[in-house]
C-alpha cells in the first residue's frame, strides 16, 4: 500500500530508508521524524527523507529493525506523488480533493479536502472512502457523530460538511488527536467509555476487526435508539459472522458494515 505524501516545494534528491517492520506505532514515528511519504508492504515499510541527517537518525534509533538506507538519483517526489492523486467523487455530495487542485466542488457536492501527511485518514484508504460513502447516506442535518479511532478525523469533518450539528472524535494515540484537533474542536484522547449513553445518531469505527469486535458493546452503549453504528477498518475475509446479514459496502477486498440499534 502506498502511503502518505507532503505537498510542498519540489524536491531535487530524496534519502529513503527501508525498516523490516510496520506498525501504527513506527508510522506515527516517522512522521514525528518529518518523513515525506511513506510505501508500506506486508512486513517491510519504506520512509523517503529530505537529507541524509533525518534517514541516518532513524536508523541510529531502531537498530533492530534492520535498517537499510539508499540515496536516490535527482527527481521530483513532490510531483510524483500529487500524480498519483486526483479529485474523486464519494458517494451523492462529496467531492474528495488534494490541496493541489484548487477550486470548488461540482454542483451539488462539497469540497472535502484530502490529508496528505497525516499519521493516519488521508482519504485515500479503501475503508475510509467507503465511511465515507456511508456518512454520505446516514449523516442529517443536526445529527450527533462519533468517530472512535478519529485518527485524522477526515471522516469527523466529512460528517460536519454534510450538515452534523455535534462531531466528537476519540483516539488512544495522542499524534492523531493533535492531528484531528486541527479539523475539528471536539476531540480527545481516550475511548468511548469516557463518554455518556445513548448521545450519538451516528457511531463510526474504522480500525481493525479485533478492535471492533472488543469495543462493540461500547460502540452501542453510546448509541441512540435507531442510531446507525458503522464497522469499518477490516477485510472481507474478517467479517464478524454476527454481522453477516447486516448490510454492508465493498472495496478493493475491504468492507464497511451498517448496523441499526433497535
Given at each position: ?108 457536492r462539497v469540497r472535502l479536502d484530502y490529508q496528505p501527511g497525516m499519521a493516519c485518514g488521508s482519504g485515500a484508504h479503501p475503508c475510509t472512502q467507503l465511511c465515507l460513502e456511508a456518512l454520505d447516506d446516514v ?124
Amino acid at each position: 500500500m502506498v502511503g502518505q505524501g507532503k505537498a510542498g516545494a519540489g524536491v531535487e534528491r530524496l534519502v529513503s530508508i527501508f525498516l523490516d517492520s510496520v506498525s501504527e506505532e513506527l508510522i506515527a514515528d516517522l512522521w514525528e521524524r518529518h518523513t515525506t511519504g511513506i510505501v508500506e508492504e506486508a512486513s517491510r515499510l519504506e520512509a523517503f527523507f529530505e537529507t541524509l541527517e533525518e534517514a541516518a537518525a532513524v536508523a541510529l534509533a531502531y537498530p533492530y529493525l534492520n535498517p537499510r538506507i539508499q540515496v536516490h538519483a535527482p527527481r521530483n517526489y513532490v510531483r510524483q506523488f500529487q500524480e498519483q492523486w486526483h479529485a474523486v467523487a464519494i458517494g451523492r455530495r462529496l467531492w474528495l480533493a488534494p490541496p493541489w487542485e484548487p477550486g470548488p466542488a461540482p454542483e451539488r457536492r462539497v469540497r472535502l479536502d484530502y490529508q496528505p501527511g497525516m499519521a493516519c485518514g488521508s482519504g485515500a484508504h479503501p475503508c475510509t472512502q467507503l465511511c465515507l460513502e456511508a456518512l454520505d447516506d446516514v449523516v442529517r442535518p443536526g445529527c450527533a457523530v462519533l468517530d472512535v479511532g478519529c485518527g485524522s478525523g477526515i471522516l469527523l469533518l466529512a460528517a460536519r460538511l454534510l450538515g452534523a450539528r455535534l462531531v466528537v472524535g476519540c483516539d488512544i494515540e495522542q499524534a492523531d488527536v493533535r492531528i484531528a484537533a486541527e479539523q475539528v474542536a471536539d476531540v480527545f484522547t481516550g475511548s468511548a467509555s469516557a463518554l455518556g449513553d445513548a448521545l450519538f445518531d451516528v457511531v463510526i469505527a474504522n480500525i481493525s476487526a479485533p478492535v471492533v469486535r472488543t469495543i462493540l458493546p461500547e460502540l452501542r452503549r453510546v448509541a441512540r435508539p435507531g442510531a446507525i453504528v458503522l464497522l469499518s477498518g477490516f477485510e472481507q475475509s474478517e467479517l464478524d459472522p454476527a454481522w453477516a446479514t447486516a448490510p454492508r459496502r465493498h472495496k478493493d477486498g475491504w468492507v464497511c458494515v451498517e448496523l441499526r440499534e433497535a
